[in-house]
């Protein structure tokens, strides 16, 4: 069945840097679009960024931008988002969710917290 | 940026009874291409979000038929027509008509 595994969470001092991956698989990963999408904890949803399918279209929302970069290897089935210069405010499960504007499915999350 | 506004942020409703929640945009989310890309999602306690509707008023894969949206431009609503205990959760309304993709705060379903 359609699912993806994100992986890469953890506690990481403020400045500093990490790299979530997201692992797909019951479909073809190369034929979708991916977005990256957090919540805090215990807030709402908020869009972090998204690249299309080749990769060549990558948006970002602007309390990341500059600081994260979206990638994909569609060779290895999988997203990932390279976190730098992390915040407090940066604090959230990370989801990775398929789709331009399906939103579907989601996977399971992973938990960054940003702590000293 | 597109602001979604939802209400009620709170719903604390009666089993078998019906529920509505309201989403309201702050730009019209006609797409060029003619389509309104405005989706639902539940995300009950402890779990991903999960998508409900999409294009306002698509039900998704696996959606109990008690579900349904509608609305058009800047206003839109989903409606539950009988509420069951399994529905407690959170509701977002997102929009992917233009960048960035918003979503709404969230409501809150409760059983009273």
């Known amino acids: 069945q359609v699912q993806l595994v994100e992986s890469g969470g953890g506690v990481v001092q403020p400045g500093g840097s990490l790299r979530l991956s997201c692992a797909a698989s019951g479909f073809s990963f190369s034929n979708y679009d991916m977005h990256w999408v957090r919540q805090p904890p215990g807030e709402g949803l908020e869009w972090v960024a998204f690249m299309r399918t080749d990769g060549r279209d990558i948006y970002y929302a602007d309390s990341v931008k500059g600081r994260f970069t979206i990638s994909r290897d569609n060779s290895k089935n999988s997203l990932y988002l390279q976190m730098n210069s992390l915040r407090a405010e940066d604090t959230a499960v990370y989801y990775c969710?398929?789709?331009?504007?399906?939103?579907?499915?989601w996977g399971q999350g992973t938990l960054i917290t940003v702590s000293s | 940026d597109v602001v979604m506004t939802q209400s009620p942020l709170s719903l604390p409703v009666t089993l078998g009874q019906p529920a509505s929640i309201s989403c309201r945009s702050s730009q019209s989310l006609v797409h060029s291409d003619g389509n309104t890309y405005l989706n639902w999602f539940q995300q009950r306690p402890g779990q991903s979000p999960r998508r409900l509707i999409y294009k306002v008023s698509n039900r998704g894969s696996g959606v109990p038929d008690r579900f349904s949206g509608s609305g058009s431009g800047t206003d839109f609503t989903l409606k539950i027509s009988r509420v069951e205990a399994e529905d407690v959760g959170v509701y977002y309304c997102?929009?992917?008509?233009?960048?960035?993709?918003?979503f709404g705060q969230g409501t809150r379903l409760e059983i009273k």
């Open positions: 997102m929009q992917g008509t233009k960048w960035p993709i918003t």
């Open positions: 969710v398929r789709g331009r504007t399906d939103f579907d499915p």
